[in-house]
């Protein structure tokens, strides 16, 4: 089996993002909304979000969320993420659960 290219996986995965937001704007914005309302309060930092957004996306096993959040943590100075390289085993998780952009699949 040959390694997924993550770059040009996250590049694909944006372009979806953005299909998906000319289909679908309201959940888009919804999904910004969340997303500002973090960075609005600040309690944990930008670098703290991004760790925990990027366990949860280890944890449902999201591809996409996991290389977005990877390369969102490493601007924001997380460098060394080798440690969260190597997916743990986690309990099925529910499709219900699973975000919009990540029912892509890739392989």
């Known amino acids: 089996?040959?390694?997924l290219d993550w770059n040009a996986y996250r590049q694909h995965l944006?372009?979806?993002i953005g299909e998906m937001?000319?289909?679908s704007p309201d959940t888009i914005k919804g999904?910004?909304?969340l997303t500002a309302a973090g960075q609005k309060t600040d309690l944990l930092g930008p670098k703290?979000?991004?760790l925990i957004s990027l366990a949860v996306a280890v944890t449902?096993?999201?591809d996409g969320c996991i290389t977005v959040h990877t390369e969102a943590a490493a601007r924001r100075?997380?460098?060394s993420l080798k440690h969260l390289a190597s997916r743990p085993p986690s309990m099925p998780v529910p499709p219900s659960s699973i975000p919009p952009?990540?029912?892509t699949p890739t392989r």
């Open 48 to 50: 703290i979000r991004e």
């Open 77 to 79: 100075g997380k460098r």
């Open 101 to 103: 952009a990540c029912w």
């Open 21 to 23: 937001a000319k289909l």
């Open 31 to 33: 999904y910004q909304t």
């Open 14 to 16: 944006n372009v979806r």
């Open 1 to 3: 089996m040959a390694m």
């Open 60 to 62: 449902v096993r999201c």
